[in-house]
């Protein structure tokens, strides 16, 4: 790929002229740059030229056309006449670009400068169907940024770093400040402390407050430091939904020029804003760290893959079984790098919850976004909502101006999408639960029993347990709260409704709702010692169970209300009880959690659960009730009622007619306005807390929260030429699908980890350790952390666990231990020729922690995308086995050293890279700096690097 080109300075944009539009709206003129009108002039009379010489062998030209439109083509082409049929009328049917990359297509036009976009950019974009085949590279400039504060905090924290930088080298720090809107959502901090009593949410925003106090210090001082920066307090609801709910403006007007939403967040659900037809996906932290200074993100210009939904969902069936679904057939498919957009008539019958319920799981799927495109759905989710009439309006307007607003009127073709359409009938969606371990190992619920007992006797593994069949029948008794009970395998220990993924969906959290008061009236109650909780993404939650009259019966459950955040998706799911826990442990039993997230990763949810399943709200109700996900709902009953009769989940089970009848009579946009009309204010805690002032922060060396990172302070002005990496050891060998969630866990602090040791060396008790996610603005926990996770599979060491071989001495010890050994003698740590980066967190201490521990390089056989990037960003060069090739196959195990010529730095894009080892093995791999802008931040030793020398 040759390099692109740079004018030297941003210049005038060439489509002012021609493009450049104004809409009237409310008695006011805003501008746009209008998509259609590419074709009055270049674009379309290009078009209509080629097609006319064409004309007399042009319908087999144009084959890859659907037949209908091709009759439509030949008619316009032969009664052109300017007049009653116009060359923009062919522009239009020719126009079949989707409509995720129209949105693409418009930020290049209106950010095109010959600077940082270029009109080649646009031919590009335009000529999509060949160049996204081809990985053309173009930029994009999102208009917002998006933050959750366990990485929203790192990320300010460089901010505040880079500044110090700016002053030290003589240049602006005022500089350093986000050039769009940036919103930080702190809703990672809340744990599941308290559960199952009324005060629960109460005791748990106090012991947040309580460990969190200097992070929150923090980001309160980065809202009054920082332009453009707002913060939602905490307490107020999970990042996604908020945006969904409140931040997503779906069309700016900015200075009265209109342009799309579009936004990049620190986290990877992000992508629920697609179901609101926002263009939108997870980030690295240094990576929207660049956008937020005015960097645009260089991207391949993706493969769209077509969804075609038909039919509508059975009564029995909910939006998180269809989306169980949907990540199942993607992970088949394979949509790694690409975008999904769905369409056909199903779309329609879906609510936009629905669809935001897609959207979230895009991550799990393995796309970039699963896009919804704007359609009258759209519309009225906004006035639902509390968004304004006016503006709602205008964006309908707007939409409609650009061909970016779906009429299912039949009178807009479907788009062209990459390779064969998908299709899915909504009507054979099945219930459906995903686990034990991953997010897309779907099972019927119908099955889940005849799984279950499966898992327990396959060999270790994604789908197995590795039991003896002897074993699958033990059990263990255990006191808890004065009665004895049986602990059986796959018992339940955690049930959760959880999660922006549903807890935005007021159908699958009514219907939980709905069946805990059915439940209830036939006197079905659930064991004591299961930690049930709920955790709304949003105030608006609580109103329509209030209205509902179901808040009552879900509390009596043992659901009550522990907090509005993230919650046990994230992992800050909170002791279960020491007797359980005993009971567990010192019998090797496997104990189960049921939530409705989004990620069910070994050690994740909880590091005593080994079987984690995702399930719909409803479901977590259900299996709460049962008490065991080695259950059959079809013959087994759940108990009996007054009169003695047998209770089955289907006697109490609520329909989707029965669920949208209540959901439509409780919500309303005055619940969302109430919600959000103070949200910015904040909990009284929130209020009275103390911040610092000033431009530059005042770093405190004895804060174990916060702490000035060693990522600028030696940055000088110059760049200097990469070495060599030369000799050196291999710090971990890994397995298939090592997440994210391995690398960089968010967890609990373990006691005897080293993050422990550096914690309780500086007179911080255990109960105070917090985690691992809300300790990452200190670069000495997050050194620490990486690597951490209990259930990290590293072929160097015999069991599963946080640890590795330091070659030089053949000791195992914990990771970071062993690259403080390597650091300290002062060689080149890279990193293991593991195999697989693979699909989790979209967390910046993914590729921040191995950089601390001195990693310089990766090889592995594929990585997912933030990931990838994450590591570019960090100056950490990621590399790539040949198809076929892994570690395996060259016979390496993690004892050699390592020796790559990184030729000062200057390499090409995806060129081939010699590795030699130790053992006398030379292999050839690919350079994973995929454009040349990676290559340019690969050679500052970062991007975030390269923006600081480009702003001085």
Known sequence: MSTRAFASSPQPNPFDKSVKKSLEHGGASQNFYKLPALGDSRVCKCFAIWVVELLPNFLDELASLPYSIRILLESAVRNCDDFSVKEQDIETILNYLPYSIRILLESAVRNCDDFSVKEQDIETILNWAQTSQNDGEIPFRPARVILQDFTGVPAVVDLAAMRDAMKRLGGDPSKINPLCPVDLVIDHSVQVDAAGTGNARDQNERLEFQRNRERFQFLKWGSKAFDNFKIVPPGSGIVHQVNLEYLARVVFNQDRLLYPDSVVGTDSHTTMINGLGVTGWGVGGIEAEAVMLGQTISMVLPQVVGFHLHGKLPQTATATDLVLTCVEMLRKRGVVGKFVEFFGPGVQSLTLADRATIANMAPEYGATMGYFPIDGRTMEYLRTTGRDESHVQLIEKYLREQDLFVKYDGT???PDYSGEVMQLDLGSVQGSLSGPKRPHDRVNFVDMKKDFTTCMTSPVGFKGFGLEASETSNSAKFTYEGQEYTFNQGDLVIAA????????????????????????????????????????????VTQYYEAAGVQESLDKLGFTTTGYGCMT?????????????????????????VLSGNRNFEGRVHPHTRANYLASPPLVVAYALAGSVNFDFETTPLGQDQQGKDVFLRDIWPSRDEVSAVTSSVINAEMFKSTYGDILKGSEMWQNLDAPEGKLYDWDDASTYIHNPPFFQSTEADITPRASIDGAHCLLNVGDSITTDHISPAGKIAKDSPAARYLAERNIAAKDFNSYGSRRGNDEIMARGTFANVRLINKMVPQVGPTTVHVPSGEEMAVFDAAKKYWMLANSSSS?????????????????????????????????????????????????????????????????TFSIDLQGGDLDVSQDVTVTTSSGKTFT????????????????GGILQYVLRKLM
């Open 412 to 414: 807009q073709a479907d």
């Open 569 to 593: 998706c994230i992992g800050n799911s909170g002791e279960i009880p020491d007797e359980v826990q005993s009971c567990i442990i010192d019998n090797d039993l496997i104990a189960a959690a």
């Open 925 to 940: 791999t690919t350079c994973r700096l995929d454009t040349d802008p990676e290559v340019a931040f690969f050679q500052n």
């Open 832 to 896: 293991s020729p593991a195999t697989s980066t693979a699909r989790a967190r979209r967390e910046i201490g993914a590729a921040k922690g191995p950089y601390l521990q001195g990693v310089n390089a990766v090889i592995a056989q594929s990585y997912e995308r933030i990931h990838r990037s994450n590591l570019v960003g960090m100056g950490i060069l990621p590399l790539q086995f040949k198809d076929g090739e892994s570690a395996d196959t060259h016979g390496l195990d993690g004892s050699e």
């Open 497 to 540: 409704i959880t999660s922006c993924t549903n807890t935005s969906n007021p159908d699958v959290m009514l219907q939980a709702g709905i069946l805990a008061k059915n439940a209830l009236a036939k006197g079905l109650s659930v064991r004591p010692y299961i930690k049930t909780s709920l955790s709304p993404g949003s105030h608006v």
